[in-house]
């Protein structure tokens, strides 16, 4: 698990959230969600297209067993992965957009580039 942030939450809860968050933006390509989760999100959301752009059964095999769509996971390796085969790193981008109304947490938008 990358960073030490426990977001308020068990390390199974944690964990599930974090699949499923990485596996709504893989699918969708934009989620918004708070700062601290976006920036827990992004390094995971990377080794899941790092793994697409490798195309191996290995590679194929562990991102299974963490995006929890099959359909996602076949998206990464043959659209998603496609799109940033010249590219380095840096797949995500986070934008802050401020404050929510009810609890006044900063937002903010993780979108693949």
């Known amino acids: ?3 030490t942030r426990k977001l308020g939450k ?3 809860q944690r964990r599930a959230m974090l699949r499923q968050q990485v596996t709504d933006l893989l699918e969708k390509g934009k989620l918004t969600t708070t700062v601290t989760r976006a920036k827990e ?3 995971l ?3 899941m297209i790092t793994l697409g752009k490798k195309n191996t059964l290995a590679s194929r095999r562990a991102a299974l067993t963490f995006i929890t769509k099959e359909g996602v996971a076949t ?5 998603i ?3 940033y085969k010249d590219r380095q790193g ?3 981008r986070i934008t802050r957009i401020g404050p929510r109304q009810g609890d006044a947490a900063e937002l ?3 979108e693949l580039v």
């Not at 998206?75 to 659209?79: G, H, M, N």
């Open 75 to 79: 998206k990464v390796f043959t659209e």
């Open 1 to 3: 698990m990358p960073g």
């Open 41 to 43: 999100i992004r390094p």
């Open 90 to 92: 840096g797949y995500t």
């Open 45 to 47: 959301a990377e080794k």
């Open 10 to 12: 068990t390390t199974a």
């Open 81 to 83: 992965a496609e799109g």
């Open 108 to 110: 903010a938008v993780i």
